[in-house]
């Protein structure tokens, strides 16, 4: 009985110390036959759906964008935002009309913090925003409601230019195939500008209110290029 008693234990405490040999040695297993990541890791493109939610909307402002990118080492990936700025708004006591509509752009990158490569991804990112932009204000009501003195207001072109900063976080995920959606939240910070003297601009195209900061948020929706073409092709050849 003794004997038996012996050889249970020593068949126990054997088992504790094989389990987490073995399950190391079978994560190092799963992670030499996971296969390094490309240099060039693929070519993406999306388009941003807040922006065109708020026009369907009828918001005060909208930045219709798309964007392109490059993954490098599923880490790294380089990216470059075009878009259109638009804004059409009246003010509250004198109904007094704001309008611009302009390109900007954005050029930075995203980091990946995630280590496993299963579709889902957690970045951070940094882009140098610019836009160059006329706008214009209008009123053809407009003068002292005390006086009852009445001057069609009639401001167009003025020149304005905003360079600034974004700091951004957010998250991406595989829907289905190439097809990835994501979504991420901004912090916008104001380096330089130049506005015409006769008034400063209510809004910028691509940045949003006018200020020294504020704060955006982005839902893409992105295409895999290369992993659209490589399927393409493989069906072809079948």
């Not at 003794?2 to 399950?23: G, N």
């Amino acid at each position: 009985m003794e004997r038996t008693s012996r050889f249970i234990c020593t068949l126990l405490l054997s088992s504790l110390i094989a389990i987490p040999a073995c399950a190391k040695t079978s994560k190092y297993r799963v992670e030499q036959e996971m296969p390094p990541a490309k240099v060039l890791n693929g070519l993406g493109v999306g388009v941003d759906m807040v922006g065109f939610g708020m026009m369907l909307t009828n918001a005060r402002f909208a930045n219709m964008e798309v964007n392109g990118r490059l993954n490098i080492l599923e880490k790294y990936f380089p990216v470059v935002e075009l878009g259109i700025g638009q804004c059409d708004r009246e003010g509250n006591e004198q109904a007094t009309k704001f309008h611009t509509r302009a390109p900007y752009f954005r050029v930075g990158g995203d980091y990946n913090l995630t280590k496993k490569r299963n579709g889902n991804r957690l970045f951070v990112g940094l882009r140098y925003a610019f836009s160059s932009f006329n706008y214009d204000y209008s009123n053809p009501d407009f003068g002292d409601v005390v006086y009852d003195d009445h001057t069609p207001l009639q401001i167009e072109d003025m020149d304005g230019k905003m360079h600034w900063l974004e700091i951004n976080v957010g998250v991406e995920t595989k829907l289905w195939s190439f097809v990835r959606l994501g979504w991420n939240l901004r912090y916008k910070a104001r380096l330089s500008n130049s506005f015409d003297e006769r008034g400063e601009p209510w809004y910028t195209p691509g940045f949003g209110k006018n200020g020294g900061t504020t704060w955006g948020g982005m839902v893409n929706v992105m295409f895999d290029l290369d992993s659209f073409i490589f399927k393409k092709n493989k069906k072809k050849n079948l």
